[in-house]
């Protein structure tokens, strides 16, 4: 397996101050641009599964990404995953304080933001999409209270599992051969997304000397028989110089 983990796009929290910040914030003018970026590069590649968080600014950015899919070698089938959330969940607040669960999108809420982007493109057959079951009407969060740093690592250890084994290689593999198939993208947050390598790569890679995830950038990696394998880390050159953003401060 070739597992591609992204960043969503700039959102309008990471472009205002901690105090100002929303619990579900849509992905800025320029967010849009890198998520077209994105979605244009992607577009020339062999995709099996692209995985989503339930956040509005990752379901933006996939958005973007399933503009470009009728141009790619095969149209590629879209999960969106109740397990891949940015550390904390969903919250109103920006402090200890006054954090204050929210509800999330809900199920039917996200099948609608699919089925307008797809209206767009009468003529073409949309990409099959799934949504995780534990995701219902009332919100993917249901309100409860806010993710401790505990709780994170554990969903990290439980989704890296997810991943290995629903897209396990082939018994028949021989220890230690590469398997390139499938090619799995995720698009999550910054902060998981470092907890998931920090668990995956924990005997090659100290993630404290490694800087914060840019907005759209790609990290690929490949599952072998005896671990996980990084191929790059945190490529933009899909994004011209001044679309780079989120590498100067770690924002979810």
């Not at 600014?57 to 141009?71: D, Q, S």
């Not at 933001?113 to 799934?130: G, K, R, V």
């Not at 995956?200 to 990696?221: H, Y």
């Amino acid at each position: 397996m070739q597992l591609l983990l992204i960043r969503h796009a700039e959102s309008e929290n990471n472009a205002k101050p901690v105090h100002a910040r929303v619990c579900d914030p849509s992905i800025t003018a320029r967010g849009r641009l890198q998520a077209d970026c994105l979605g244009k590069w992607m577009s020339g590649l062999a995709i099996d599964q692209m995985i989503t968080s339930p956040f509005l600014r990752t379901l933006e950015t996939t958005g973007f990404v399933w503009k470009h899919a009728h141009t790619a070698p095969r149209r590629y089938p879209i999960s969106v995953w109740h397990d891949v959330f940015e550390h904390g969940g969903c919250y109103h607040g920006h402090h200890e304080k006054n954090f204050r669960g929210a509800e999330g999108l809900g199920r039917k809420a996200i099948h609608s933001f699919f089925q307008e982007i797809s209206e767009q493109f009468p003529d073409l057959e949309p990409p099959p999409l799934t949504v995780d079951s534990q995701i219902q009407d009332t919100g993917w969060w249901g309100g409860k209270d806010r993710e401790t740093p505990d709780q994170m690592r554990a969903r990290s250890r439980s989704v890296i599992s997810r991943f290995e084994n629903t897209f396990a290689p082939d018994p028949a593999d021989k220890p230690g051969q590469l398997t390139t198939d499938p090619v799995v993208v995720l698009i999550a947050h910054a902060d998981f997304l470092r907890e998931m390598l920090s668990q995956m790569l924990a005997e090659v890679v100290a993630m404290d000397s490694i800087g914060p995830i840019p907005n759209t950038s790609v990290t690929s990696l490949q599952w072998c028989t005896t671990g996980w394998k990084l191929n790059s880390l945190n490529s933009v050159t899909h994004l011209p110089p001044r679309l780079v953003t989120g590498h100067q401060a770690m924002l979810s």
